[in-house]
C-alpha cells in the first residue's frame, strides 16, 4: 500500500520558519517527482514546489519563491519543504504529492499520489 506520510507542521509566529517532510512508502519512487501543494481555509488547493527524482530541478510558485526551498532523500524516500520568512498568509494544510510528471503541469493537480496533510498556521 503506498503511503506519503507528511510531518513538521504547527503553530509558529511570522517571520518563522518550519521544515516539512514526507515519507513515502509502499512502492519505488524512482522516476517519481515529489512536491508539496497546500490548501488554505476557505481556499482551493495550490501548488508550491516540486522536485525531479534526480533533484536536479526544482519548480516553485511565485508566492513561495525565494522563501521555500525542497529538497529530496532518495535513499529514505523523504522529500522536504524547508519553508522560511513565513508569512500569515501561508497558514494552511500541507499536502504532499508524487507524479510522473513535472513542472507547470503541476498546477493542473491530480497527482498519482496524496498524502493526508499537515496543518501549518503562522499567527501575525
Known amino acids: 500500500q503506498v503511503q506519503l506520510v507528511e510531518s513538521g507542521g504547527g503553530l509558529v509566529q511570522a517571520g518563522g520558519s518550519l521544515r516539512l517532510s514526507c515519507a513515502a512508502s509502499g512502492r519505488t519512487f524512482s522516476g517519481y517527482t515529489m512536491g508539496w501543494f497546500r490548501q488554505a481555509p476557505g481556499k482551493e488547493r495550490e501548488f508550491v514546489s516540486c522536485?525531479?527524482?534526480?533533484?536536479?530541478?526544482?519548480y516553485n510558485a511565485d508566492s513561495v519563491k525565494g522563501r521555500f526551498t525542497i529538497s529530496r532523500d532518495n535513499a529514505k524516500n523523504t522529500v522536504y519543504l524547508q519553508m522560511n520568512s513565513l508569512k500569515p498568509e501561508d497558514t494552511a494544510v500541507y499536502y504532499c504529492?508524487?507524479?510522473?510528471?513535472?513542472?507547470?503541469?503541476?498546477?493542473?493537480?491530480?497527482?498519482?499520489?496524496w498524502g493526508k496533510g499537515t496543518l501549518v498556521t503562522v499567527s501575525s
Open positions: 504529492a508524487a507524479d510522473l510528471r513535472y513542472g507547470s503541469s503541476w498546477y493542473s493537480g491530480g497527482m498519482e499520489y
Open positions: 522536485i525531479t527524482w534526480s533533484g536536479g530541478l526544482t
